[in-house]
């Protein structure tokens, strides 16, 4: 395989990126909606919002929106998926204070519940959800439960936009469920453009978890369009749930095929595994990851320097040193004692882009779930939100965003963005 420059790579990669989505996207020029708050927030003391009002007034945006706003946030806060749930729930509260904070017309309470990423607790915390008032929903954060749930909101008529469920069947033939990450058709449609634009010698192998939509769905778009464009995908190895602690099959397999790039659309927790025992096999491929491995960085236990030049899709990198991403960053750590990852920007842009939203239906706090609903379906493709994850943020009627992943490599323990 014939390696470039590392940070031509990532730019080369990053414009691909750009083209595929049709939009300006990662967290460079990261921020909330077009006219963002910058009076200080509840969470943090001398913290300025993320936010960064584009108009300079530090006024809410234009519109007849009045009241206070239940939201509900549903995602794993315990169990092996907790670090994207809290990462998530956490960043949508910061913006839940940031708003409330600015004394305006629009205010929020925020109520999140367990759900262990598991569809039928997910069900659960969305009855009990309802049972709280709740008008529009944050969530779910893993696909798996988001499909059971925007299943029966879409009966109930309730609003609801996802951080970080990115698979298509969450949002397919549900108008009113739409989503702040970018789709899994999007996540491998990027990956083989960016490997067949930068790394076309590559011999390719593929990891995935066959149980499992979200790693499925992203495999399934990174094959087609590997073999559209011309790549040698030499082997393919696949695992579930409860086989996902030994891969010395798939990992052997692959180098015996003389792979030299490992392609992971998997979580972070597998992922660790495989890193380790590819180190202790002598086998040292490139790894290039989706979103679902942001997170392994701050695993307990885990030996970061396994992951040194590990590349991955991302919309949002904390090392970013555009004022929004810091002050955000300043802000989740001060709270939090811990550096923000995507899905915690992800949470973020969901709270905001519900407040643009609101703004632009000029909701009422006195409405009903199904009023508020219907209102929303009819601004959302009208709305652009410039957010932490991407820029001019725009949404579909079928609830796709329109954004761009960016590539990040992992050197010395962070992520790095292109120079």
């Known amino acids: 395989m014939k390696k470039k420059n590392l940070a031509a790579l990532l730019m080369a990669g990053a414009m691909c ?34 936010g960064d009002d584009q108009n300079g007034q530090g006024n809410e945006p234009a519109g007849t929106a009045s009241g206070t706003f239940k939201l509900g946030g549903i995602g794993p806060l315990t169990g092996e998926n907790a670090i994207y749930g809290n990462a998530a729930m956490n960043g949508a509260q910061i913006a839940v204070d940031e708003i409330n ?22 069900l659960n915390a969305y009855n009990t959800l309802l049972d709280h008032g709740m008008q529009v929903l944050v969530g779910t954060v893993t696909t798996g439960p988001c499909i059971t749930v925007s299943d029966q909101a879409f009966q109930d008529r309730v609003f609801a936009m996802t951080p970080s469920a990115s698979s298509t069947d969450v949002i397919s ?57 011309g790549l040698e995908v030499v082997d393919e190895g696949t695992f579930t749930k409860d086989t996902q602690t030994d891969f010395s099959v798939q990992l052997t397999s692959a180098q015996n095929k003389g792979a030299d790039l ?49 590349m991955l899709l991302t919309p949002f990198s904390a090392d970013a040193e555009d004022e929004r991403t810091q002050n955000f960053v300043k802000t989740y750590s001060d709270l939090y004692g811990e550096t923000p990852n995507q899905f915690a920007a992800d949470g973020y842009d969901v709270v905001y882009a519900i407040y643009e939203a ?47 992943p960016m590539a990040v490599v992992i050197e010395n323990g962070v992520y790095v963005l292109p120079n």
């Open 17 to 50: 990126f750009s083209l595929l989505a049709g939009c300006s996207g990662g967290s460079e020029t990261g921020g909330t909606g077009t006219q963002d708050p910058e009076e200080p927030s509840q969470g943090a003391e001398a913290t300025q919002p993320a």
């Open 101 to 122: 904070a600015l004394g305006g017309a629009i205010t929020f309470e925020f109520e999140k519940q367990d759900d262990e990423s598991d569809p039928e607790k997910a």
């Open 173 to 229: 033939g549900k108008d009113n469920m739409f989503q702040v990450c970018f789709t899994d058709p999007n996540q491998g449609v990027g990956a083989a453009d960016y490997i067949s634009a930068n790394m076309p010698d590559a011999k390719v192998a593929i990891i995935y978890r066959n149980d499992d939509a979200y790693s499925q769905g992203i495999r399934d778009t990174f094959v087609s369009e590997a073999k559209a464009k």
């Open 262 to 310: 490992i392609f992971l659309p998997i979580y972070y927790q597998p992922a660790s595994v495989i890193l380790a025992q590819a180190k202790a096999m002598d086998y040292n491929p490139t790894y290039f990851g989706v979103d679902g491995m942001d997170g392994i960085l701050t695993m307990e236990g885990f030996d970061t320097s396994l992951a040194e030049g590990v």
């Open 358 to 404: 609101l703004n632009a239906a000029g909701c009422t706090g006195g409405m009903s779930a199904e009023e508020i609903c219907e209102a929303l379906i009819a601004v959302m493709p009208t709305i652009s939100v410039d957010g932490l994850t991407g820029q001019g943020m725009t949404w579909q009627s079928t609830g796709e965003v329109s954004k761009a």
